[in-house]
């Protein structure tokens, strides 16, 4: 089993629609949660970090599931710049000195 | 956030030479990151720069291969040493982000090996 798994891509959705990314993590000592977007030929950035009571960023809304060991985004009336690779990342165990373990990403294509 | 500038962001380079991307932060930070990104894939961690040590390279990196300098806590360098085609790839550098959520990236290098 991958220490950070994501759903598999390309997304492709019309633009206005929910979307939602699920991503599941082996690791249960894990404390740190977070998604970055990375367009194409560009670096990752922060998108938001995931907090145990769930968050939430204008149309953006990041929840926890420690039991199941899951993390969710959601995407609300999406925009045709939302088009890009989420990357759920996760902090390893404590003997690896809490690494940050990266999803392969899953592909959003927005379409009009 | 941390601004980190990269360079160079891009180069193709013959199989054999070396490479030395470089990545300057704007504010002090203890440690940076050294990642790669194969074209369609997450990151891997390549090693973790810490200023006044060597370098803690991951399964599969050794410092040989790829020679990291942290002269201070603004700044580093990674070599890409004895290059081959199967070293091309986007490397970026990363270090947290002040305020302690997440981390910042650099702007990436794309290496291509002839």
Known sequence: RKEVEQDPGPFNVPEGATVAFNCTYSNSASQSF???????????????????????????????????????????????????????????????NYQLIWGAGTKLIIKP | SAVISQ?????????????????????????????RQQPGQSLTLIATANQGSEATYESGFVIDKFPISRPNLTFSTLTVSNMSPEDSSIYLCSAPTPGGYGYTFGSGTRLTVV
């Open chain 1, 34 to 96: 977070f998604w970055y977007r990375q367009d194409c030929r560009k670096e990752p950035k922060l998108l938001m970090s995931v907090y145990s009571s769930g968050n939430e960023d204008g149309r953006f809304t990041a929840q926890l599931n420690r039991a199941s060991q899951y993390i969710s985004l959601l995407i609300r009336d999406s925009k045709l710049s939302d088009s890009a690779t989420y990357l759920c990342v996760v902090n390893g165990p404590p003997d690896s």
């Open chain 2, 7 to 35: 360079k160079p962001s891009r180069d193709i380079c013959q199989r054999g030479t070396s490479l030395t991307i470089q990545c300057q932060v704007d504010s002090q930070v203890t440690m940076m990151f050294w990642y």
